[in-house]
C-alpha cells in the first residue's frame, strides 16, 4: 500500500514528504486558476508543474487536469451559469468545450513529463469510453507535436457510470484513482456541499463500495492498479476497507499521511479483504462504520 498526498502546489511537496507521503497522488490544478484573476499562461502552468515533479525526485506525481465547474467557480472565465452545475459542463466536458484552456495545459504538462517520468496524467469526470477517448486522443496530439513519450494516464473514477464500465476502459488505461466526494454525490444523488445531507454523504454506504469493488475487479483483470484520493481515503475506516478491496494507493491530505499509515500498521490482507467482503453486505454506511470499528 503506497500512501500519497493529494497538495496543489509545489511549494507543499517537501511538507509532504516530511510527513511521510509516498508521491503525489492528486495534484488539483485549477487552484492554479482559482487563486487569481486571469488565466495562468502556458509558461507559468509548466513551472509549477515542473517544480512539484523535481521536488519529488523519482516519486510519483499525478496531475490531474483542470477540474473546473461544480463547486469550483473561476469567475473570469465568464462561464454560462447552470441550473444543475454539478450535473453540467464540469472538469473534462469543460475542456472539450474550451481547448483554449486544455490544449495550453497539457502542453505545459507534457513539456515537464518529458524531462520527469515520474509525471502521470489524469482526467476528471470521465462519463464514457467516449469522454476518455476523445481526451486521450487531445493528450496524444500534443505528445506528437512535442516529441514526449508514453505518459502513464489515468482515469478518475468519480461517476458511476465510469465504475460501471471499467471493464471497457482497463485496457486503454494505465490506472485508475477513485474520486470518492464525486462518486458518493453521483451513486447516493446527495450534493457533496449540503448541509443538512452531509451526514449521509458517505462514502463507506455499500453501494459506493461497491462500485469501488468492481472498478478494483476491472482493474486487477487488465494488471492495472487502482488508487484512491477522495476524502474515504483520509479516514481510518476508510482506509481500511479501501485496502481490504484491493485498493493499492490511498492519497490524502498532508496532516492525514501518518493516521492512515498508523492505521493499516499491523494488519494483514487476508482480515482486511474479508472486512472488505462484510463490508459490502451492510445495509449502510453506519453499519459498515460499525462493524469496522468492532
Ligand atoms: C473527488 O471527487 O473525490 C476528488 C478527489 O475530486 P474533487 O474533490 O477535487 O472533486
Ligand atoms: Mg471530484
Known sequence: MEV???????????????AGAEGVGLMRTEFLFLERDSVPSEADQEQEYRAMAAALGDRPLIIRTL???GDKEVPYLGLAR????????????????????????????????KDHPNVHVMFPMIATLEDFRRARAMLDEV???LGAPHIPLGVMIEVPS??????????????????????????????????????????????????????????????????????????????LVLTGLGVKELSVSTPQVAGVKAALRGRSSAELRDLAARALTQPDAAAVRALVRG
Open 162 to 239: 465510469a465504475a460501471l464500465i471499467a471493464e471497457q476502459l482497463a485496457p486503454e488505461v494505465d490506472f485508475f484513482s477513485v474520486g470518492t466526494n464525486d462518486l458518493t454525490q453521483y451513486t447516493l444523488a446527495m450534493d457533496r456541499m449540503h448541509p443538512q445531507l452531509a451526514r449521509q454523504t458517505d462514502a463507506m454506504h455499500p453501494a459506493v463500495l461497491r462500485l469501488i469493488g468492481l472498478t478494483v475487479d476491472a482493474a486487477q483483470r487488465h494488471g492495472k492498479w487502482v488508487g484512491v484520493c477522495g476524502g474515504a481515503a483520509g479516514d481510518d475506516v476508510g482506509a
Open 67 to 69: 477540474d473546473i465547474g
Open 4 to 18: 500519497a498526498a493529494n497538495i496543489n502546489r509545489a511549494s507543499a511537496a517537501a511538507e509532504a514528504l516530511e
Open 143 to 145: 505528445r506528437t507535436e
Open 82 to 113: 447552470e441550473d444543475n452545475s454539478f450535473l453540467g459542463i464540469r472538469g473534462v466536458r469543460l475542456c472539450f468545450e474550451r481547448p483554449d484552456l486544455f490544449v495550453p495545459q497539457l502542453r505545459a504538462i507534457v513539456r515537464v513529463a
